[in-house]
């Protein structure tokens, strides 16, 4: 090579010598950059999930209380049906009371007004159909299918 040639070659060593320092300096800057970037996405996503934690950690405090008062609410109606059922049931007991003293008193005033002879059929027809069962289950069989026939049509 001649001389002429070399300092141009130096030159373009030269050149590229700084543009492999400025390469350099630019990935330095650029992983800088990166690092920062990524510190600062870390911090944010640290603040994220502070956050978060923070408002599960609320809404967890909130439901539990939200959970008691719904528990006491609860407690208070099933209180209150066990009260109504009570009352229904001391209702219920007194006029069944009512009732059958109602019927023992017409039991007894109507019991003087029956004649034996009607209060004394039923038993016979029992007896009946005690002594004659064949008679008495073609009599019922004859009810059942007439009675069908009848509701079938309908």
Do not use: C, Y
Not at 6 to 13: L, S, T, V
Not at 48 to 64: D, L
Not at 88 to 98: E, S
């Amino acid at each position: 090579m001649s001389r002429a040639e070399r300092p141009e070659h130096d030159r373009f060593n030269e050149v590229a010598d700084a543009a492999r320092e400025k390469a350099a300096e630019a990935e330095h800057l650029a992983a800088e950059k990166t690092a920062e970037m990524r510190r600062i996405a870390e911090e944010k996503a640290a603040e994220v999930a502070r956050r978060a934690e923070a408002k599960a950690a609320e809404e967890s405090r909130n439901a539990a209380a939200a959970t008691a008062e719904e528990q006491r609410i609860a407690e208070e109606k099933t209180t209150a049906a066990r009260e109504k059922a009570a009352e229904a049931i001391r209702q219920a007991a007194d006029l069944t009371d009512q009732a059958t003293e109602q019927a023992r008193v017409a039991a007894e005033r109507v019991a003087p007004a029956v004649s034996e002879p009607v209060a004394g059929q039923f038993h016979s027809l029992a007896d009946a159909a005690r002594h004659r069962p064949v008679p008495a289950a073609a009599l019922v069989a004859l009810s059942v299918f007439v009675l069908w026939r009848v509701l079938r049509r309908r």
